[in-house]
C-alpha cells in the first residue's frame, strides 16, 4: 500500500498576511516592511498576530531592491573577543532591537586593507548604516577606504566613526586626548615622575591621541615620559612590552600606561610573572574601564569610557536621518583611581 502525503506548502507571504489580518496588502506592508507611515495600533496588532501565527519572514534582499538600503546595521569591529567592542557592540544591538534593526558584525583584525575589503562586501548588503568601531588608521595602509565609503553613502547609506570624523562621516564624540590628558595630570598629582606609555603602532588615531593627551597632562604635573614602546592593541602586546621594559631593569617606582585596558591587564600580568608587585613597585593603568580590570587585584586605574552609551549613539546616528551631532556633546569620561596605582610619597 502506498503512503499519500499532504502536498508540502510554500512560506507565507505578504498576502497571506494581509488576508489572516484581513487588512489590506498596503497596511500589512507597512506594519511588516517599516514604513514610517503611521498604522492603527489595532491593524498593527492584527497583523503582526497573523504574521508570528503563520511564521512570515519579510524578504531582506526584497525590501532592499524596494528602499535601496536593508534592516541591516553593519558594526566594524577589530576584535570581538576584546572586551571593549563587546560592551560597545551591546549598545548598538540595544538601539538597533528598538529600531527594528539587525546588526551585522564584522571583524578588521586591525588589518586596514580587510577592513577596506570588507566595506566592500557589506555595500552587496545595503545596509541601512555602517559603523566603524576599530580604531582608524592614518597612512598609505589605508589606501581606497574613503573610495569605498564614499561609495557605500552614495548608494544612500550613512557611515559613522568612533571620535574624529572622516569625509562624509557622521561621527559620534568620544575625547581620547582629553581623558588621556586628565589621566597623566591626576597620576603626576599622585606623585608619579617617570612613566613608560605601551601603545600600538604609529598611525592608529585612538593610540596616538592618547599618547598626546598623556603626555600633555603628564609632564605639566612634573612627570617625565621615559620611552614610549609600540606594540598593540592586545593583552598579548602588553604582556610583551612589559617582559621586555623588565628585563631591561624597569626601576621601581615605574608608572607604565597601557593605551587600553586590555594591555595594561598585559601588562600587569607581565610583571607579576617577573616576580614584582604590582602598584607598589611598577604602577599601571589603563583605559576605557572594561569590567575585568575592576574585578583583578589590585584593581586598575583607568579612564571610564560609557562603552554601551557610545555603542546606543552609534546606532542612533547610523539610522536617524534628521540627527543632530550639536545634540549628541562627546560623552563624558572620568579617571577612575584604584589600587594599581598607589599615592607615591
Given at each position: 500500500?502506498?503512503?499519500?502525503h499532504?502536498?508540502?506548502?510554500?512560506?507565507?507571504t505578504?498576502?497571506?498576511?494581509?488576508?489572516?489580518?484581513?487588512?489590506?496588502?498596503?497596511?500589512?506592508?507597512?506594519?511588516?516592511?517599516?514604513?514610517?507611515?503611521?498604522?492603527?495600533?489595532?491593524?498593527?496588532?492584527?497583523?503582526?498576530?497573523?504574521?508570528e501565527?503563520?511564521?512570515?519572514?519579510a524578504?531582506?534582499?526584497?525590501?532592499?531592491?524596494?528602499?535601496?538600503?536593508?534592516?541591516i546595521?553593519?558594526?566594524?569591529?577589530?576584535?570581538?573577543?576584546?572586551?571593549?567592542?563587546?560592551?560597545?557592540?551591546?549598545g548598538?544591538?540595544?538601539?538597533?532591537?528598538?529600531?527594528?534593526?539587525?546588526?551585522?558584525?564584522?571583524?578588521?583584525?586591525?588589518?586596514?586593507?580587510?577592513e577596506?575589503?570588507?566595506?566592500?562586501?557589506?555595500?552587496?548588503?545595503?545596509p541601512?548604516?555602517?559603523?566603524?568601531?576599530?580604531?582608524?588608521?592614518?597612512?598609505?595602509?589605508?589606501?581606497?577606504?574613503?573610495?569605498?565609503?564614499?561609495?557605500?553613502?552614495?548608494?544612500g547609506?550613512?557611515?559613522?566613526?568612533?571620535?574624529?570624523?572622516?569625509?562624509?562621516?557622521?561621527?559620534?564624540?568620544?575625547?581620547?586626548?582629553?581623558?588621556a590628558?586628565?589621566?597623566?595630570?591626576?597620576?603626576?598629582?599622585?606623585?608619579?615622575?617617570?612613566?613608560?606609555?605601551?601603545a600600538?603602532?604609529?598611525?592608529?588615531?585612538?593610540s596616538?591621541?592618547?599618547?598626546?593627551?598623556?603626555?600633555?597632562?603628564?609632564?605639566?604635573?612634573?612627570?617625565?615620559?621615559?620611552?614610549?614602546?609600540?606594540?598593540g592593541?592586545?593583552?598579548?602586546?602588553?604582556?610583551?612590552t612589559?617582559?621586555?621594559?623588565?628585563?631591561?631593569?624597569?626601576?621601581?617606582?615605574?608608572?607604565?600606561?597601557?593605551?587600553?585596558?586590555v594591555?595594561?591587564?598585559?601588562?600587569?600580568?607581565?610583571?607579576?610573572?617577573?616576580?614584582?608587585?604590582?602598584?607598589?613597585?611598577?604602577?599601571?593603568?589603563?583605559?576605557?574601564?572594561?569590567?575585568?580590570?575592576r574585578?583583578i587585584?589590585?584593581?586598575?586605574t583607568?579612564?571610564r569610557?560609557?562603552?554601551?552609551?557610545?555603542?546606543?549613539?552609534?546606532?542612533?546616528?547610523a539610522?536617524?536621518?534628521d540627527?543632530d551631532?550639536?545634540?549628541?556633546?562627546?560623552?563624558?569620561?572620568?579617571v577612575?583611581?584604584?589600587?594599581?596605582?598607589?599615592?607615591?610619597?
Open positions: 500500500m502506498s503512503e499519500t499532504a502536498p508540502t506548502r510554500g512560506a507565507a505578504l498576502h497571506d498576511v494581509a488576508r489572516e489580518a484581513g487588512v489590506s496588502l498596503a497596511t500589512a506592508s507597512r506594519v511588516l516592511n517599516g514604513s514610517t507611515r503611521k498604522v492603527a495600533e489595532s491593524y498593527r496588532e492584527r497583523v503582526e498576530t497573523a504574521a501565527k503563520l511564521g512570515y519572514t524578504n531582506l534582499s526584497a525590501q532592499a531592491t524596494a528602499r535601496g538600503t536593508s534592516a546595521v553593519a558594526l566594524l569591529v577589530a576584535d570581538i573577543a576584546d572586551p571593549y567592542f563587546g560592551q560597545l557592540a551591546s548598538v544591538a540595544r538601539g538597533a532591537d528598538e529600531a527594528g534593526l539587525v546588526v551585522t558584525i564584522a571583524i578588521t583584525e586591525r588589518d586596514p586593507q580587510r577596506v575589503r570588507l566595506v566592500r562586501a557589506l555595500r552587496g548588503q545595503r541601512r548604516g555602517l559603523i566603524l568601531a576599530a580604531s582608524r588608521t592614518d597612512g598609505p595602509d589605508a589606501v581606497g577606504l574613503q573610495a569605498e565609503l564614499d561609495a557605500f553613502a552614495g548608494m547609506g550613512r557611515v559613522v566613526v568612533l571620535g574624529q570624523g572622516g569625509d562624509g562621516a557622521r561621527s559620534v564624540g568620544l575625547d581620547n586626548r582629553g581623558g590628558k586628565s589621566l597623566g595630570a591626576e597620576l603626576a598629582g599622585l606623585g608619579y615622575r617617570d612613566a613608560v606609555i605601551v600600538a603602532a604609529e598611525g592608529i588615531r585612538t596616538d591621541d592618547r599618547i598626546a593627551g598623556f603626555t600633555e597632562g603628564f609632564t605639566a604635573g612634573g612627570g617625565t615620559i621615559d620611552a614610549v614602546r609600540r606594540g592593541f592586545t593583552r598579548d602586546a602588553g604582556y610583551t612589559a617582559q621586555e621594559l623588565l628585563e631591561a631593569g624597569l626601576p621601581a617606582g615605574t608608572l607604565v600606561f597601557g593605551v587600553s585596558d594591555v595594561a591587564i598585559g601588562i600587569m600580568s607581565a610583571v607579576r610573572d617577573a616576580g614584582r608587585q604590582v602598584g607598589t613597585d611598577i604602577a599601571v593603568a589603563g583605559f576605557d574601564d572594561i569590567a575585568t580590570g574585578d587585584r589590585p584593581g586598575l583607568t579612564v569610557v560609557p562603552l554601551e552609551d557610545l555603542g546606543y549613539r552609534a546606532l542612533h546616528a539610522v536617524e536621518a540627527w551631532p550639536e545634540a549628541d556633546p562627546p560623552l563624558p569620561l572620568e577612575i583611581v584604584r589600587g594599581s596605582t598607589p599615592p607615591r610619597s
